[in-house]
């Protein structure tokens, strides 16, 4: 790898945006030797200190990017064009486009990053300083899945997931910049605050495309902040919207019926747990991929805590500086 882009995308997250920032510092720091890194900021009308403190962050540590881009929208134009607008900045082949309120953990995203054009990652999901292990308990089910069928048949696993609801978990996604063609700009022009589940689907629709599996986390989610996951985000509603309206479109059984009464939705989590339960209890034991990652894992759990508590100081002291 000769180059790569971070770009972090921002709206009011002056509270968590210099961890974010140091997350970066720290893989710069840790893994950039030899590459040249690029930074970009793309910022959707922030009404509180977001910039300012990422403005400031960034003249004290310039010098560890080759360029640095800072867009800022003159009014909030939702997730969508924000995402397209560090996209279209984005001139490296390889980068990582994360929202401002998550982490990249201490393993390497670079080497993350050049498995291949299409890769899935695990995440770690967190709350201050603590890994919630039963806030991705579930998503590490599917990623057992995955790798039980990564020399096999793993594009046609995942796909078939994606018919029902979008299993890939967004911020282990990386892909490479030559698949973000004038089909994906046209694609998610029609969205406003869902990007990921249509360009997966998209993506993986292309015969070009095979995914791959990076078995080491490289990102921190934080647990309820998102649009997605986050009940009490305020464009929630919103996104709901568009993400029931991309079900109906796709013909997704999930669409045929209310929410709630929906028996496909009870019968598709119920095989969810029934089969995550079955990969915990008797797979990994006879797997012996899925046993090495459940022990990785468990250990990452343990790590990760310690990790957040030293990107929590490191904020601590640039802010006393």
Not at 17 to 32: A, F, T
Not at 93 to 101: H, P, T, V
Not at 265 to 274: E, S
Not at 297 to 313: G, P, T, V
Request: hydrophobic share 40%; glycine share 4%; aromatic share 16%.
């Amino acid at each position: 790898m000769k180059a790569f882009t971070f770009a972090v995308l921002t709206y009011n997250q002056e509270r968590c945006v210099l961890y974010h920032l140091e997350s970066i510092r720290y893989q710069v720091e840790r893994w950039g030797d030899g590459i040249e890194i690029y930074f970009l900021l793309a910022d959707d009308h922030s009404t509180d200190g977001t910039m300012e403190l990422a403005q400031a962050w960034l003249r004290k540590y310039k010098t560890l990017f080759t360029g640095v881009q800072i867009f800022q929208n003159e009014q909030n134009q939702g997730i969508v064009q924000n995402y397209l607008h560090a996209l279209h900045g984005i001139q490296t082949e390889f980068f990582k486009i994360l929202a401002g309120d998550d982490l990249y953990y201490k393993n390497n995203v670079f080497a993350a990053a050049e498995k291949g054009s299409f890769v899935l990652s695990p995440v770690l999901y967190f709350c201050g300083d603590t890994v919630l292990r039963g806030q991705y308990l579930l998503r590490h089910w599917v990623f057992q899945e995955f790798l039980r069928y990564e020399d096999t048949d793993l594009k046609r696993r995942i796909l078939l997931r994606q018919q029902y609801t979008n299993c890939i978990y967004t911020p282990g996604v990386f892909y490479q910049k030559s698949l973000a063609d004038d089909r994906v700009d046209q694609l998610l022009r029609r969205y406003r605050w869902m990007e990921d589940y249509p360009l997966w689907n998209h993506l993986l629709a292309r015969e070009d495309v095979q995914p791959r599996l990076a078995r080491r986390p490289v990102v921190l989610y934080r647990a309820s902040a998102g649009i997605s996951t986050g009940p009490a985000h305020e464009k929630r509603s919103l996104y709901k919207e568009e993400y029931l309206s991309f079900l109906r479109e796709t013909g997704s059984p999930f669409a045929k019926y209310p929410l709630w009464v929906n028996p496909y939705r009870y019968l598709y989590y119920l095989r969810y747990f029934l089969k995550g339960a079955v990969y915990s209890t008797f797979i990994r034991y006879l797997d012996a991929r899925i046993g090495a990652f459940l022990r990785e894992m468990a250990l990452e759990e343990k790590q990760a805590n310690e990790y957040l508590k030293d990107i929590r100081q490191k904020v601590e002291r640039w802010q006393c500086s």
